[in-house]
DNA sequence: TAGATTGTTAATCGATTAACAATC
DNA sequence: TAGATTGTTAATCGATTAACAATC
């Protein structure tokens, strides 16, 4: 792909800013006011002015008004369209442990239209449902999966039986998946993995720590 | 800072690969290797051989040896040393519901010598243990991180709660906080914070399928 | 020796920040 | 109008990748 027609790709760190401008700007909408600036933006979320004012000219409409900002639900719409979350977006949990539990029934999705419409697991005994969400056994997935139409799964099973978990899952139809696990996945092409590290979280976050103890 | 000595500061982004390697290597070592080259690594890990020979270069006392690679055991010893894990580090969860719990026993932490010692909660009928690990009421918080000298917390509990219970973990002493809640949290300078954003992960895999859609 | 593998310098790519002109 | 705020271009910073020399 030569890139001539010059469309300059949104950046993934763009793309992991959206949801917390959506958050911000829905409790916004919720006070009562109908623009915001990019200063107020960026104050509430810790991030910089002109990088709010650059993520949002990526994905908005219409362009924000000087001596005014930016209009909120305008705003709120086109993240949401631009993020796909004008329309619901079905999404499984395989592993239904604590952290796939944690998961399945994760407040913080409220205003992304994401659904975990159920969660997998092969141990019988973990079979049933929690707070009304659904637990299957394994061999369920490929079912389950093409009558939701699922595109994306999260993926919480122990080390060992990550890989083949892994498989049953893009097996199913799965074209995304979020690992939990601390190994690395082998996919074919065509299909997204991304890596959710809590050791490596906490690498860093003592690496910081570090820093600022000088 | 002039950086006229030219150390050169390690990335965060090497730092955030450390956890890998070191589980790579112990699984290297548990084997009975007692070289591994760079290109081993990065084809396990999925990563380029070049960015594993600079990460390792930050961090290791003796360099790799032309056909034959790294001594797997001064790797692990040195990666250890590196992160701090040669001394066990002192964690606490604040929150103790499904995440905070899952997080408690978390058993992708155990090549890296890092305690969880207990959990904390306002909700009386979450005292008590799970498999061992104390949970104790959110007052006692203060007590345990002194005693324990507690410089880092996991931060789980519902959005309502995030900025005042972050606040009694600086009151007792923590540095550094890995925050799972959908907040932006404000702390004093000398407080380091990193976010856990499960919306923006997820916003991020959904970008990159659509990527490979085309 | 030849070949595999390392280590390093330079080039590229990507993201943030600085500077500043445009405009309601 | 003057001032607040936007949008954009250029500069900087950080990380990855390419190129290649060094060496066991």
């Known amino acids: 792909m030569d890139n001539i027609g010059q469309e300059s790709e949104i950046s993934k760190a763009t793309v992991s800013r959206l949801p917390a401008y959506l958050r911000f700007l829905k409790e916004v909408a919720s006070r009562g006011s109908w623009y915001v600036s990019s ?21 908005s409409s219409q362009a924000g008004k000087p001596k005014r900002g930016f209009e909120v639900n305008t705003l709120i719409a086109d993240i949401e369209k ?16 604590r952290l796939g539990k944690a998961i399945l029934l994760y407040e913080g999705f ?27 056994p394994l061999e369920r997935l490929d079912e389950i999966v093409r009558r939701h139409d699922v595109k994306a799964g999260i993926l919480t099973v122990p080390r060992e039986s990550a890989q083949s978990a892994c498989d049953a899952m893009i097996k199913a139809g799965i074209r995304a998946i979020l690992n939990f696990s601390p190994v ?3 996919v074919p092409d065509g299909v997204s993995v991304r890596y959710e590290d809590l050791a490596a979280s906490l690498a860093m976050l003592f690496g910081s720590m570090q820093d600022s103890d000088k």
């Open 110 to 136: 409220e205003h992304f239209k994401i659904d975990v419409v159920a969660a997998f697991d092969v141990k019988p005994e973990r079979i049933g449902a929690v707070s009304g969400k659904p637990i299957y």
């Open 82 to 97: 631009f993020l796909g979350y004008d329309e619901r977006t079905a999404v499984v949990v395989v592993g239904a442990g």
């Open 184 to 186: 690395s996945l082998k």
């Open 39 to 59: 200063a107020a933006i960026a104050e509430a979320l810790g991030v910089s002015a002109v990088g709010v004012r650059k993520d949002l000219a990526f994905v």
